[in-house]
């Protein structure tokens, strides 16, 4: 039973909730700020040819995208939550994931780079796919969870991959980023997601191969 003086969340509360994640997301008037230290910011830069520094500005342009994404699903997914706990769960995740999003950002901005001029797309259509899973039932809601971060793991894995060999940088957020998305999807799995479709699967690798093959230029 909740404490006396403890306010659960009403749907109204959830809904501007995601609206001012929306705002602090892809609509801010700066730089998105990290609560946790970049992992790359001991790390010096080294040089890198125009090309390079090009296809690294891709790739971390997509990983930013992901990010965005990734702030929609869990705030879509919190916002019609049935479990409190699981509710919190979200949170949490959305809190390190906004920290991802933030080294990104840093590291385009070095790279001489910018986000995604989709990311508001990114986000709304993120946010539409964690509520309407959600309203499934919580189980369901894990289950999206852990195929995306299942997903986004070997997403990250091609990225280190393909990065070039003297971005370090990019590379330490990289690792970071795959070792907590990891995590995420173990969370969820603990928390009792159920295991989605094989088609449902296929469609989520579609639509990811749409959004990662279109951030990398846009």
């Given amino acids: 039973?909740?404490?006396?003086?403890?306010?659960?969340?009403?749907?109204?509360?959830?809904?501007?909730?995601?609206?001012?994640?929306?705002?602090r997301t892809v609509a801010a008037a700066g730089p998105a700020h990290a609560a946790r230290e970049n992992p790359a910011g001991h790390i010096d830069d080294k040089p890198m040819s125009a090309t390079e520094k090009s296809h690294a500005a891709g790739l971390m342009r997509v990983n930013h995208a992901g990010e965005v994404a990734a702030q929609g699903l869990y705030q879509g997914h919190?916002?019609?939550?049935?479990?409190?706990s699981i509710e919190d769960q979200m949170q949490r995740a959305a809190d390190e994931e906004l920290d991802h999003l933030a080294w990104c950002e840093e590291r385009l901005q070095e790279l001489g780079s910018g986000t995604s001029r989709l990311n508001p797309v990114w986000y709304g259509a993120a946010f539409a796919i964690g509520a309407a899973s959600g309203f499934l039932g919580d189980r369901w809601s894990l289950g999206f969870i852990e195929e995306t971060e299942r997903q986004v793991v070997q997403h990250l894995t091609g990225h280190l991959d393909r990065l070039p060999a003297n971005d370090a940088k990019s590379r330490a957020i990289v690792h970071k980023m795959r070792e907590e998305e990891a995590l995420h999807g173990a969370n969820a799995k603990n928390a009792g997601a159920f295991d989605l479709p094989a088609p449902i699967?296929?469609?989520?690798?579609?639509?990811?191969?749409?959004?990662?093959?279109?951030?990398?230029?846009?």
């Fill in 1 to 23: 039973m909740p404490a006396m003086n403890e306010r659960r969340l009403t749907p109204v509360d959830r809904l501007l909730a995601g609206a001012e994640s929306f705002l």
């Fill in 201 to 218: 699967r296929r469609i989520m690798r579609l639509t990811s191969r749409i959004m990662t093959g279109t951030a990398y230029w846009l």
């Fill in 78 to 84: 919190a916002a019609v939550a049935r479990d409190p």
